[in-house]
């Protein structure tokens, strides 16, 4: 048909795309950071991001700012395209920011009687933070493969089986919550694609008439996200996938010398981190 772009032109736009989208992504590649046993990244982000947010000062905060800094070069990602994936959370960091300035109590700024100095650098103190925990965030998911990190939360957590936890249920939750991200993101912007086609411009008109537009592409993607778990449970059933069934593993996780000298040196920055705090 013509005008219609091809199915290679479409491939190319939706890769494209997907590019975009950092969180949920695993890329290849043989770095240190990639190569880490999967519980020691998992123990270590639940090491720094309570730290990120309980940090306060500016010299402890730039020792974690530095570890980022050095985690990221370690992995042999770009730190231009890990800072890329900041964008889809823009709104998220003004509206923290903004929220802190209006809302905190302090000395108020000259002709602007309604923010205060105090409001301004808490503000900036908590998006800086947000950006640094999404940041390790991304470094965890763009270093590791999806089912090494669900075998990694199924182990560390483990010891919960005792107690009646489906930890493997858990883990196999959170596997398939992070490869969805990527793939309803792709389904929104198709979407949107699509009713511009039919000539309804989401992006055009007051704020009342966006979010009468809203149902047009929410209604459809919430529809195909239950016809692809609809989907995805018939595929794992037929596969003989049986809820919390002990399962075996081809490769074996075991800690090394490198694992140690990580857990070691997070623990030394926790230390270092809330002495000068």
Do not use: C
Not at 51 to 67: K, N, Q
Not at 189 to 195: M, R, Y
Not at 235 to 258: H, T
Request: charged share 15%; proline share 5%; net charge positive.
């Amino acid at each position: 048909m013509i005008g219609q772009p091809s199915v290679a032109a479409q491939s190319f736009h939706k890769m494209k795309f997907l590019q975009d989208i950092t969180f949920g992504q695993y890329i290849k590649g043989a770095s240190i950071i990639h190569t880490l046993d999967p519980r020691v990244k998992l123990l270590s982000i639940s090491i720094l991001l309570p730290l990120i947010f309980t940090t306060r000062g500016l010299f402890p905060f730039f020792y974690l700012v530095f570890t980022a800094y050095i985690a990221v070069t370690l992995s042999g990602i770009s730190i231009g395209f890990i800072l890329k994936g900041l964008r889809h959370f823009f709104w998220l960091f003004l509206f923290a920011a903004i929220f802190h300035a209006f809302f905190t109590p302090g000395e108020p700024v000259p002709y602007m009687t309604w923010v205060s100095y105090e409001g301004g650098q808490e503000g900036v103190m908590i998006m800086s933070q947000l950006i640094l925990a999404i940041i390790f965030s991304n470094l965890l998911t763009l270093t590791t493969p999806p089912l090494e990190l669900t075998m990694g939360l199924e182990r560390l957590l483990s010891p919960l089986k005792r107690i009646g936890v489906p930890v493997s249920d858990l883990a196999m939750m959170m596997l398939v919550a992070i490869r969805f991200i990527p793939i309803l993101k792709t389904e929104a912007e198709s979407l949107v694609k699509a009713q511009k086609g039919r000539g309804i411009d989401l992006s055009s008109g007051g704020l009342i008439e966006r979010a009468k537009n809203i149902p047009v592409v929410l209604v459809p993607l919430i529809y195909s996200s239950f016809r692809r778990a609809d989907d995805l449970a018939i595929a794992m059933v037929s596969r003989g996938y049986v809820p919390g069934a002990e399962r075996g593993s081809l490769k074996e996780m075991r800690l090394g010398a490198k694992e140690y000298v990580t857990l070691g040196f997070v623990v030394v920055l926790l230390i270092s981190v809330y002495h000068t705090s």
